[in-house]
């Protein structure tokens, strides 16, 4: 007798389950299409199903759907998957049938087992709580995946991504403000330009992550309507009519987040427009961070034969080859991570175009792409900031001697030289090696030389 494995039924027949498995028959058919990427769902999709579960478990129990031990008991199933206590019980690949319905039997049968085997009853008999009677009542593959996945990303946003940004703009913030008074060259074009302040430089970098910020909470809001009701194709058949707005009320109290109903159920499972919308948000706060790491991978550039204007935090040998080199490694981990979230955006796009009629079939990918995009992002931040920015320098000497050497201070000279004098000075300038300030002394008495060559007066506006 194999005591490895157990029998279940199905509506397709006989299924042969691992016997220690908390899956059943419907997720073992799943395996055996295969593993193509070898990944199961994510895990905060897959926590956020639970939640999900346990949310209308609870609803059907109050709208006595669900009898109280049996909503007591799954909903009680499902706080041990949030734990995490029950992660490698969901193998099934993230490529899997597009409604995500493989995962939500997964949890289905998940859930089920554990809740009877709480009451009394055995893992694969399906009874006393059955994964499509009891757990899945109200509810569809086709509705509760999608909410999953707006709310597994949601929750990913306020826990993960937006204090990663917020460590990385306060480090930025704290560096602006020490910065202020070093005077440097600036550069457009990567030539020379007018004379700028390092703080004004760095606070244009925590600017653009103040925008993150903002950008991050309309990502959020965008997913906050739920597809959850609409069941099989967004009329809602077979749930209770209030079944959507008890489980979304106790997913509110739970998470704190404004979640609400999806104002068109149809529009809700048919398209997932809300995730496109999010994911081209967190595309922009990549692109901010990738321009933040270039910059500080070209002012730091060096030590002897680049800009060198700041240092980085020195974190391993840069070299197999050259002894003494040291990279700036954690700004081409940060580029690299944005890379990848502007590559996801293009599945992001590309999946958010699957939706035919009543149904979008890519959601399993989407929920990858959107949830790794998040997780990426809010790692690769936090990395950039803890291990680059806070330790990061400033080489005052270097910035004195580019702020000196830069041509584009004859900018100030106009107004007393004329355009047409200075442009002739500065490539005078150039061609002999020596500053302006040494040729402009034979033009202007020194005094008004010194006025006009004033480099903090030039970083405002009117030179005051």
Same mark, same amino acid.
């Given at each position: ?274 995730? %496109?919308? =999010?994911? #081209?948000?967190?595309? @922009?706060? *990549? ?5 933040? $790491?270039?910059?500080?991978? +070209? ?114 000279? %106009?107004? =007393?030289? #004329?355009?047409?004098? @200075?442009? *002739? ?5 150039? $061609?002999?090696?020596?500053? +302006? ?28």
């Amino acid at each position: 007798m194999d005591t490895t494995h157990r029998t279940e039924q199905d509506s397709m027949g006989t299924v042969s389950v691992p016997a220690e498995a908390w899956w059943g028959a419907q997720t073992q058919r799943a395996l055996a299409v295969g593993a193509i990427s070898g990944r199961p769902m994510p895990r905060p999709l897959l926590h956020a199903l639970a939640r999900v579960k346990r949310a209308c478990a609870h609803a059907n129990g109050e709208l006595g759907l669900l009898s109280p031990d049996r909503a007591t008991a799954i909903a009680e199933a499902a706080r041990q998957v949030i734990s995490g206590q029950h992660d490698d019980q969901f193998p099934v690949d993230c490529y899997q049938t597009g409604s995500g319905t493989a995962s939500n039997m997964n949890m289905n049968e998940v859930l089920g087992n554990l809740a009877s085997v709480a009451l009394g009853g055995e893992r694969g008999t399906r009874s006393p709580v059955h994964p499509n009677d009891h757990v899945n009542l109200g509810q569809s593959s086709n509705d509760a995946v999608p909410t999953a996945l707006h709310l597994a990303a949601a929750l990913e946003i306020d826990h993960r991504l937006v204090p990663a940004l917020r460590a990385l703009h306060a480090a930025l913030l704290d560096k602006d403000l020490a910065w202020q008074p070093v005077l440097k060259a600036g550069r457009t074009h990567l030539m020379d330009a007018t004379p700028i302040r390092l703080g004004q430089e760095v606070g244009g970098w925590a600017a653009q992550v103040e925008h993150g910020l903002r950008r991050a909470s309309q990502a959020r809001e965008a997913l906050m309507e739920l597809a959850l009701g609409g069941t099989a194709v967004g009329t809602g058949l077979n749930r209770h009519e209030r079944l959507p707005a008890l489980a979304i009320e106790r997913l509110r109290q739970e998470t704190g987040l404004p979640l609400r109903e999806a104002a068109d159920h149809f529009e809700a499972q048919g398209a997932r427009d809300g995730v %496109v919308e =999010a994911h #081209g948000l967190l595309e @922009t706060i *990549a692109t901010s961070l990738f321009k933040i $790491a270039q910059d500080l991978r +070209l002012l730091a550039s060096g030590p002897r034969t680049g800009l060198a204007e700041l240092r980085l935090p020195a974190l391993a040998p840069g070299s197999s080859i050259m002894p003494g080199k040291v990279n700036p490694v954690m700004c081409e981990v940060l580029t690299q991570a944005c890379a990848r979230v502007i590559g996801n955006g293009a599945t992001v796009r590309v999946a958010g175009m699957g939706g035919q009629l009543q149904l979008n079939v890519f959601v399993p990918v989407l929920a990858e792409a959107l949830l790794d995009s998040i997780g990426i992002l809010a790692q690769s931040s936090a990395a950039f900031t803890d291990q680059a920015v806070l330790g990061m320098e400033v080489n005052r000497e270097r910035c004195e001697d580019h702020l000196e050497q830069s041509l584009m201070s004859a900018t100030a000279l %106009v107004p =007393a030289l #004329g355009y047409d004098r @200075t442009a *002739a000075l500065a490539k005078q300038a150039l $061609a002999s090696g020596r500053t +302006l300030r040494e040729l402009a002394r034979d033009l202007l008495p020194a005094e008004e030389l010194d006025r006009l060559l004033d480099y903090a007066a030039m970083t405002r506006p009117s030179g005051d």
